[in-house]
């Protein structure tokens, strides 16, 4: 198969890229031609099956030139601006998340032979999901409620797939861990704070994600929504997940006073993540190799040398982060202000969705339900 893989060297391209090699098949990949990724691809260089394209998804004419020289059975749709930096200029953030997919489903479209189009979408396109309450696991006809614009771009963009009259899979992605780390971000730390320490949140290994992708291009799976997230080590509350996070890269777990304090009765005050159920997806698919103690050692290994130069700093760098935060040092209060509201005053609007992502939802609800 020869497979066209976009976003090829973002969080978990470069390992959908291996994956797809050690299947046996031809692999184009399309990224910009940033530093990090020519270095990543300069990695893949001795592979005889694979060739890397340079180029923006706002730029029809060259996603038309790029898919019509890979000739692809495939296409993985992974590119995209995601949270924080999609908040930090929200006309960008559409522009590739949203105008982007509509250059590639149209340059697919006018290929000789329409290929299948495996859709990266995200489970934050459910909306708040309240901690506090006991509910079902989150599946693919769990309607969608998207209350974010990076939320709403995905809701968008599962329509514009299942619209396209190509053969299409769509995998919503839970929390998507990495194994490197960068420089912590104020902005994105500020918004960190915002996220409840009861929130459920479902995380997946970079790599299994990136398995997941590779095997989507020929599994028996046309037409479905699957959910991509670990095995149940891997259904952590927000606060274990980022306590155990921290200790890997040698840091001390922030308090809990840093973190927003949503009230219990108000659903919409909570962040939009929750467990899900990866039964069909895992039996498909067959991705879930690796626990969560698995990917905190090779977290661990990976950032040895940072974390023991870190290690006699932990607290000062833990007492600066956490300055970032609205909340650290003062008393805890259930916030009924919505989540919205409250990435708004970090964001001003560019975290809300926007009216066509709303009616794109509607019309998704429709057919979940059909």
């Known amino acids: 198969m020869r497979i066209l893989l976009t976003g090829a060297f973002g969080n978990i391209g470069s390992h959908t890229a291996a994956a797809l090699l050690a299947r046996g098949f031809e692999v184009t990949t399309f990224d910009r031609a940033t530093p990090a990724a020519r270095k990543l691809a300069r990695r893949l260089a001795p592979a005889t099956r694979v ?51 509509g250059h590639l489903l149209a340059a697919a479209t006018a290929s000789p032979r329409p290929p299948r189009i495996v859709f990266a ?79 459920r949140s479902h995380a997946v290994d970079q790599r299994d994600a990136a398995l997941a992708f590779a095997n989507a291009v020929d599994a028996d799976a046309l037409g479905k929504i699957l959910l991509i997230g670990g095995d149940s080590s891997f259904r952590l509350r927000a606060r274990d997940l980022s306590r155990r996070y921290q200790r890997a890269l040698g840091l001390d777990p922030f308090p809990d006073d840093a973190y927003a304090t949503p009230d219990d009765a108000v659903d919409g005050s909570w962040y939009f993540e929750d467990w899900m159920d990866t039964r069909e997806s895992q039996a498909l698919l067959r991705f879930q190799r690796h626990t969560f103690d698995d990917y905190l050692a090779a977290l661990t290994r990976a950032n040895r040398i940072p974390a023991l130069l870190l290690r006699p700093f932990a607290g000062p760098i833990g007492r600066r982060i956490c300055r970032e935060s609205r909340y650290h040092g003062r008393p805890a209060a259930p916030l009924e202000a919505s989540i919205e509201e409250r990435f708004a005053a970090h964001f001003v609007d560019a975290a809300r969705p926007q009216p066509e992502s709303l009616v794109a939802a509607e019309a998704l609800n429709r057919a979940l339900l059909a």
């Not at 060259?62 to 749709?77: E, N, T, W």
């Not at 396109?125 to 599946?139: F, M, S, V």
């Not at 409620?145 to 709403?152: E, L, M």
Request: aromatic content about 6%.
């Open 121 to 199: 979408s995200s489970y934050t396109i459910h909306g708040p999901r309240n901690g506090a309450r006991e509910l079902a696991l989150l599946d693919a006809r769990t309607p969608v409620a998207p209350a974010d614009a990076y939320g709403g771009h995905k809701v968008e963009g599962e329509w514009m797939v299942r619209r396209s009259g190509l053969p299409w899979v769509t995998l919503r992605l839970g929390a998507c861990l990495p194994l490197s780390t960068a420089r912590p971000d104020p902005r994105v730390m500020r918004m960190a704070f915002e996220l409840p320490r009861e929130n």
């Open 51 to 101: 060739r890397t394209e340079w180029g923006d998804l706002r730029d029809a004419d060259r996603v038309a030139q790029v898919v019509r020289a890979a000739a692809p059975d495939a296409i993985i749709h992974l590119a995209a601006v995601i949270p924080p930096p999609a908040y930090f200029d929200a006309a960008l953030a559409r522009a590739v998340n949203v105008d982007g997919l």
